[in-house]
C-alpha cells in the first residue's frame, strides 16, 4: 500500500512563492499519474494541477495555469508543486494524489484506487 506524506506548507505573502512536496513509499510510484487538489474553508476539494507516469503530460487548473509547475523525480518517488505570484484565494489545504487518470477534459479524476496524501496547509495573506 502506497503511503503519501506531503511537506512545504506556510504561510506566506501575497506574491510569494512557495513550493510543496510529496513524498510516496512503495515501488510503484513511477507507473502512475500524480495530481494535486486543494479544499479552500467551506467549498468542495477542487483540482490543481496532474502529471502523467513519466512527467510528458501535465494539466493545470486555469486558476493557476502560468503560476503553478507541476513536476515529478520518479528516481526519489515524489511529486512537486511549484506555486508562483500566490494570492490570497490559493489559500487551502492542498492534498496529492497518487493514481489518477488524465482525462481528454485535461483535467484528472480520481476512483477508488486513488491513495491521498494528509494534506498541508498553504495560507496566503494579502
Known amino acids: 500500500q502506497v503511503q503519501l506524506v506531503e511537506s512545504g506548507g506556510g504561510l506566506v505573502q501575497g506574491g510569494d512563492s512557495l513550493r510543496v512536496s510529496c513524498a510516496a513509499s512503495?515501488?510503484?510510484?513511477?507507473?502512475?499519474?500524480m495530481a494535486w487538489f486543494r479544499q479552500a474553508p467551506g467549498k468542495e476539494r477542487e483540482f490543481v494541477a496532474a502529471?502523467?507516469?513519466?512527467?510528458?503530460?501535465?494539466y493545470y487548473a486555469d486558476s493557476v495555469k502560468g503560476r503553478f509547475t507541476i513536476s515529478r523525480d520518479n528516481a526519489k518517488n515524489t511529486v512537486y508543486l511549484q506555486m508562483n505570484s500566490l494570492k490570497p484565494e490559493d489559500t487551502a489545504v492542498y492534498y496529492c494524489?497518487?493514481?489518477?487518470?488524465?482525462?481528454?477534459?485535461?483535467?484528472?479524476?480520481?476512483?477508488?484506487?486513488?491513495?491521498w496524501g494528509q494534506g498541508t496547509q498553504v495560507t496566503v495573506s494579502s
Open positions: 502529471i502523467s507516469w513519466n512527467g510528458g503530460i501535465t
Open positions: 512503495g515501488r510503484t510510484f513511477s507507473r502512475y499519474a
Open positions: 494524489a497518487y493514481n489518477v487518470v488524465l482525462t481528454g477534459g485535461r483535467t484528472a479524476v480520481t476512483g477508488p484506487s486513488t491513495v
